[in-house]
C-alpha cells in the first residue's frame, strides 16, 4: 500500500482512519463512500487512494490494526510466571479497557468481517484465533490445576468474550458506574462463571476483584 | 401503514420482510435500496411502498416485529409461580431458542437502531427494557431469597444477555455441539455466574442444566 513518508503524510493518513472507523461505524462499510470520507477529511477523494488503493484495503488495514492493537496490548499486560486465576483477571481487565477506549473500532471489527475477500478474512480471523486462544489455554490451566471447574473450554471462551465486549453497547463513561466498578463487577461474574477456587473465599467477590485489578 | 388483506398481499409482505431481513444483514440497512429489494422479491419497486411507504418503516417493522416476538415467546415459556432458579433457566433457554431461529433477524435489531427515528428508537427501547426488566426481576427474586448471590442486578442483566446473545456469532447447527448441548452448557455458565445455590449441589452443573432445560 502505498504510504507517504513524514509528519504531513502520516497526519493524513490517521485523520482518514479515524474518520473511515466513525463513518463506517455510524453508515455501514457498504453505504460510505470513498467520497464521502474524503469530504470528512478535508482532502480530494484523490488524495485518499495515496494511503488506501482501494475501500476493502482501508476496512483490511482498520480491522488489521485493531486486532495487532489488542494482541499488543495483551502481550504488555500479560503477567509472566503467574497463576490462572491472576492470568484471567489480567486478560479481562485488559480485553474491557481495549474495548471500552475502542467503541467504534470494535463495533466495525465485529460487524464488517463480511465485506473482506476471503483471503483477507481468513487473516484478520486467524488474528482472533490466536487472541482468543490464550483464553482457552488460561482456562484449560486453570481447569487442570484445580482452580476452574469448566464444562467446554471453547465455550466458556466464546462466553466470557461477548459477555466482556458487550460492555461497550452500553457502558458510557461518566454515568451510574465507574470503568473501575464495571470492570471489577465483570471481574467478580468471571470468576464464578469459570467457578473460580480463590484461596480467600468467594462469597464477596466484588472486593477481591477490585484487589486482582490492583494486580 | 398501508396493508392489502387476502392472501397474496400478506405473501408478498412476508417475502418482503424476509428478502429486507437477509438483505441488510447482508450489506447493512443504509445501503441496501429498495429497488434492490424489489428486484430480490421479484416485484414492482412500487409494489413495496403499498406495504411499507417508507424504507424506515420496513426497518422499524422489522424491529418491531422482532421485540414482538420475543416478549411473546417469553409470555408463553414463562413459568408460572416457579422458583427463581427455574425461571432463570427458562429464560435462557428461551433467549437462546429464540434468537438461533432468528440470526440475521437479531443482527438487523442490533446493529440497525443508529437508522431508527428518535420517536421509533424510543419505542424499540422501550419494548428491549421490558424484556431486560423480566430478568432483572427474576435475579432480584433470587437475590432475596438468598438463592443467588450476585453484587449489581443490571450489570449481571447485560452481561447474561449478551453473553447468550453472543451464541448467534459462533452456533451453526450440524457442527460439534448440538443446541441441546450448548443451551445446557450456556445454563450452567449462567448459574454459576448468578452463584446459583441449587439444592443438590453445583459440582457438575452440566447434567444439572440438561434436567432445567427439560422443566
Chains 1, 2 share one sequence.
Not at 486465576?85 to 474495548?99: D, G, K, P, T
Request: charge should be neutral; avoid cysteine.
Amino acid at each position: 500500500m502505498a504510504r507517504t513518508t513524514g509528519s504531513d503524510g502520516e497526519k493524513t493518513e490517521a485523520a482518514v482512519r479515524e474518520a473511515a472507523v466513525s463513518l463506517i461505524a455510524r453508515l455501514g462499510y457498504e453505504a460510505m463512500s470513498m467520497r464521502q470520507l474524503a469530504a470528512e477529511v478535508g482532502v480530494q477523494a484523490a488524495a485518499l487512494y495515496r494511503y488506501f488503493p482501494t475501500k476493502e484495503d482501508l476496512l483490511f488495514t482498520l480491522m488489521r490494526e485493531h486486532m495487532e492493537g489488542l494482541l499488543a496490548a495483551w502481550s504488555a499486560a500479560r503477567p509472566v510466571a503467574a497463576d490462572p486465576v491472576s492470568r484471567l483477571a489480567a486478560y479481562v481487565e485488559n480485553h474491557i479497557a481495549f474495548h471500552i477506549e475502542r467503541r467504534h473500532a470494535t463495533h466495525v471489527s465485529n460487524m464488517e468481517l463480511r465485506s473482506l475477500s476471503h483471503e483477507r478474512l481468513t487473516q484478520v480471523l486467524k488474528m482472533r484465533t490466536a487472541y482468543e486462544k490464550e483464553l482457552r489455554t488460561i482456562l484449560r490451566d486453570g481447569a487442570e490445576a484445580g482452580v476452574f471447574s469448566i464444562d467446554d473450554t471453547g465455550l466458556t471462551a466464546m462466553a466470557l468474550i461477548q459477555m466482556m465486549t458487550g460492555v461497550i453497547v452500553w457502558f458510557r463513561p461518566g454515568e451510574r458506574l465507574s470503568l473501575a466498578e464495571v470492570t471489577a463487577s465483570y471481574l467478580a461474574m468471571t470468576m464464578r462463571l469459570v467457578g473460580a477456587t480463590i484461596s480467600h473465599g468467594t462469597a464477596r467477590p466484588l472486593g477481591r476483584a477490585r484487589d486482582a485489578v490492583a494486580l
